[in-house]
């Protein structure tokens, strides 16, 4: 499969517990994407990276989180001291974006994160 | 006031029918318009971009106004299969990203 690819696809967690998330893109996409997706809503941006540089954080994102992407390839989202408020669905998406025109936005199948 | 505004629905409508969904956007330097449709518990897919001229792609058209802010899609003789929650999405340049703004999403339900 050459989708982009999340693991796990669930984690269920007690509160004040760090939970990691990573997601594989489509091979060869620059950009890449995390958003939050909580029931009856669409998804909201979180961050995004252009190869391994992370240039923008949403305010929705908190100091207890934190994305990475190292080699500018897979990224990892890691929350810190889970809330039952951070219960959701997380979705990474890829896409290509050459001279600053962007392409569609691929969505992997999501982490569904349940905070207890 | 959201940036993207749907109705959330749902729309209930037998097979065959025709159905049409609105959308507004509240950004006026917004550059690029989609609809998204995302199945239960399944991640958005692109159903298709949506141009300034209008576009259709067999069943499905979509039409963009900006001088309203507003986007729309029209599915003709919907099939059970339609059966989704539709997504509005625009990308405003002007913020310096490319990351999508989701509207809540319009859930359909086609009936045999």
């Known amino acids: 499969d050459t989708g982009v690819s999340q693991d796990p696809r669930h984690k269920i967690t007690k509160r004040g517990q760090n939970v990691t998330f990573r997601c594989d893109p489509i091979?060869?996409?620059?950009?890449l994407y995390w958003y939050r997706q909580t029931l009856g809503q669409g998804p909201e941006f979180l961050t995004y990276?252009?190869?391994?540089?992370?240039?923008?954080k949403s305010r929705l994102l908190s100091d207890r989180f934190s994305a990475e992407r190292p080699k500018g390839s897979f990224s990892t989202l890691e929350i810190q001291r889970t809330e039952q408020g951070d219960s959701a669905m997380y979705l990474c998406?890829?896409?290509?974006?050459?001279?600053?025109?962007?392409?569609?936005?691929?969505f992997g199948p999501g982490t569904r994160l349940t905070v207890t | 006031r959201k940036e993207v505004e749907q109705d959330p629905g749902p729309f209930n409508v037998p097979e065959g029918a025709t159905v049409a969904f609105n959308c507004t956007y509240s950004?006026?330097?917004?550059?690029?318009f989609f609809w998204y449709r995302q199945d239960c518990r399944k991640e958005p897919k692109l159903l298709m971009s949506?141009?300034?001229s209008g576009n259709e792609d067999g069943r499905f058209t979509a039409q963009l106004n900006r001088a309203s802010q507003y986007i729309s899609l029209l599915i003709r003789d919907s099939k059970l299969s339609d059966s989704a929650t539709y997504l509005c999405v625009v990308n405003a340049l002007d913020t310096g990203r490319r990351a999508l703004t989701f509207g809540s999403g319009t859930r359909l339900q086609v009936q045999p």
């Open positions: 998406a890829s896409s290509v974006d050459l001279a600053g025109i962007s392409y569609e936005q691929y």
């Open positions: 950004n006026s330097a917004s550059q690029s």
């Open positions: 091979s060869e996409h620059n950009r």
């Open positions: 949506v141009y300034s």
């Open positions: 990276f252009q190869n391994e540089a992370q240039l923008e």
